[in-house]
């Protein structure tokens, strides 16, 4: 394993009895050190069994997996020393205090005295809950819980810090509070893997992503790299009221489109012939009396990459 690689997978597989096929199959990832590496998966595609492959806690079925260097399945030990993780699922308890959940987990990562208490006054000052400190965590707001556990996950000062989810479900103002932070944390040359179905979140944090479909590995590259090979002619549609699947079906059956996707009250399609795209599909709404708030040709971001790749919307 290189002296810059933080993470590094070599054929991971992990089978679970009664599935068809594997939930993680033959994957190889090399993540360099103090890079934020974005994990994109359709719900159930394998991005959870991989991140708890990554983390140890479960065992794969075949292959093997380093993070800076240890073997996660033979010195698990020195790994998580070195690695933090922020579930999806709040990890705090409730009925503690912000000050008494970092002091329990901080012992459970075997941080004691002076130490601990330098730690916790770090990750209190990092989310910004000094002043709430004594406060029970159940009496915080969505966002403020978001915080605590993230700086659960930091307690140990990991290396490499494994986020699923990090900010769902919370306020702008939290959100950006959270990228700030994680922000900072890369330019002090942490590595830091993470997972959203925000697109937006990904584009903006994550310096290389990878996509994960039915447990396989099917992208990987920089944003620029993986816009640049699957580099299409898109055409998006903004109307005023939804699409009737009456004319959905007349646009798909349009000669030069390859796909069509409807969302609302906007329609995407996918052509190696935009142009003629745009003309033909106006010229059908006009006639069906369909009204255009807006319109777009251009390449895709990563969203429509990532429908194209796997067929499948995020939040499906």
Do not use: W
Not at 160 to 189: C, K, N, Y
Not at 211 to 226: K, T
Request: hydrophobic share 40%.
């Amino acid at each position: 394993m290189s002296q810059t690689v933080a993470v590094e997978t070599t054929a991971l597989f992990k089978t679970y009895r009664g599935l068809e096929r594997p939930a993680v199959e033959n994957v190889d990832l090399s993540i360099q050190r103090g890079r934020v590496f974005g994990l994109l998966d359709p719900n159930g595609a394998g991005k959870t069994t991989l991140l708890s492959l990554i983390c140890g806690l479960l065992q794969p079925s075949a292959g093997s997996t380093r993070v800076m260097g240890y073997s996660v399945a033979e010195q698990r030990n020195e790994v998580m020393r070195r690695i933090g993780l922020v579930p999806q699922e709040l990890a705090i308890y409730p009925s503690l205090t912000a000050r008494e959940n970092l002091d329990y987990f901080g012992h459970m990562q075997g941080l004691y005295g002076t130490k601990l208490r330098t730690r916790i006054a770090d990750c209190l000052a990092l989310a910004g809950l000094e002043e709430l400190r004594s406060r029970r965590a159940e009496t915080f707001s969505g966002g403020l819980k978001r915080r605590l556990n993230l700086v659960i996950g930091l307690i140990n000062e990991p290396e490499v810090l494994v986020l699923d989810e990090p900010t769902v479900g919370i306020d702008p103002q939290s959100r950006r509070f959270i990228h700030d932070t994680l922000h900072a944390l890369s330019a002090r040359g942490m590595t830091i893997i993470y997972t959203s179905h925000y697109m937006e979140e990904v584009e903006s944090l994550c310096d290389e992503i990878a996509v994960i479909d039915h447990g396989r590995i099917i992208a990987q590259g920089s944003l620029e790299e993986l816009l640049n090979q699957h580099q299409d002619g898109v055409v998006e549609i903004h109307i005023e009221q939804p699409l009737q699947e009456s004319i959905r079906m007349r646009i798909a059956a349009l000669p030069q489109v390859r796909s069509i996707e409807t969302t609302g009250r906007s329609v995407t399609m996918h052509s190696d012939i935009p142009e003629s795209t745009l003309r033909a599909s106006l010229e059908i709404l006009h006639q069906e009396k369909v009204g255009i708030a807006s319109l777009s040709m251009g390449t895709m971001n990563l969203e429509q990459l990532f429908m194209k790749l796997t067929g499948t919307r995020l939040r499906d």
